[in-house]
């Protein structure tokens, strides 16, 4: 067989115990994990840290999905359980996260000055603003394939969505054409 | 919000980066980490079950052998049982135990 094998032949492979088969998975879809948790949380080291939790309990469960081919809405699905979740401990887990990263050389590239701007401006909204804006916006999700993440209903993840679009601009101040 | 939007380019340049070796390895070690708990709990329960189970039916064993059998016999068929329970006690050691659970949604 040649070319790039599909997610449900990869958990297939992960499932029957194949690390390399998952260490894929994990590679293919790190990106958009880590940068929609990144949003949520809006504290790096905290959603990187969430990620790899996300994986290790996708890896945990991995039987129990269903349907292979639905594994990115089910990763997200976990992901925004723990993002939930840490949400209401944010203080304790920022406090490590903090001490840890006090250890760390500095060599981290300093972020620009837009991207500080929406990082804060993110955390202006609420959570659930704030993922719904962090799927469709920025991960291009489909409204609902967002409400299916967020188990929300699909009207009020549009409401979310435009909503938080509308204070984004307002709060960037970017033009919104 | 169409390609030219703003806002999709200030989320563009806040990605994560799309090759990540580093968290991969740390995912993995996690991964590894969570699997070596779950093996040592399976097999700690499958040697408990079998030292209990030894340890249970050794009496009876010794008796029935005694009345059965003659001295060199029945100390052969004793190393035999030990033999046996060795093998199975390294094979539950060596190899990964595959429990078909049911499934349960933790996460």
């Not at chain 1, 958990?11 to 998975?25: C, E, H, I, K, N």
């Not at chain 2, 030219?4 to 799309?18: C, H, I, T, V, Y």
């Not at chain 2, 090759?19 to 980490?33: K, Q």
């Not at chain 2, 046996?84 to 050691?93: E, I, S």
Request: with cysteine; charged share 20%; proline share 4%.
């Amino acid at each position: 067989m040649s070319g790039t094998p599909t997610d449900a032949a990869l958990v297939a492979a992960a499932r029957s115990g194949s690390d390399r088969a998952f260490a894929r998975l994990v590679d293919r879809h790190q990106q958009a994990v880590r940068s929609f948790l990144r949003r949520v949380c809006g504290h790096e080291a905290d959603a990187d840290d969430l990620a790899q939790e996300t994986f290790l309990a996708a890896w945990t469960s991995l039987r129990t999905l269903k349907t292979a081919a639905h594994l990115k809405t089910w990763l997200f699905s976990i992901a925004w359980r723990k993002a939930k979740g840490m949400a209401r401990s944010a203080s304790r887990s920022r406090k490590r996260d903090t001490a840890w990263s006090e250890l760390q050389d500095n060599t981290a590239e300093p972020q620009p000055e837009m991207n500080i701007a929406l990082s804060q401006a993110m955390g202006q909204l609420n959570g659930d603003q704030r993922a719904a804006v962090a799927l469709c916006l920025a991960g291009g999700w489909s409204h609902g394939d967002a409400a299916g993440v967020l188990d929300l209903p699909l009207g009020t993840v549009k409401s979310h969505v435009s909503r938080g679009r509308a204070r984004l601009v307002e709060i960037l101040g970017v033009d919104d054409d | 919000m169409t390609d030219q939007d703003p806002l999709k380019a200030l989320f563009k340049a806040d990605e994560a980066p799309a090759v990540d070796p580093s968290f991969r390895m740390a995912v993995m070690n996690r991964v590894a980490g969570r699997r070596l708990a779950l093996d040592l709990v399976v097999k700690g329960t499958v040697m408990a079950l079998l030292g209990t189970a030894f340890v249970l039916t050794a009496p009876l064993v010794s008796a029935n052998l005694v009345g059965m059998m003659s001295m060199p016999q029945n100390v052969y068929v004793a190393l035999g049982g030990v033999a046996a329970l060795t093998w199975v006690g390294r094979y539950v050691a060596m190899h990964r135990i595959r429990l078909s659970l049911p499934r349960l949604n933790l996460f």
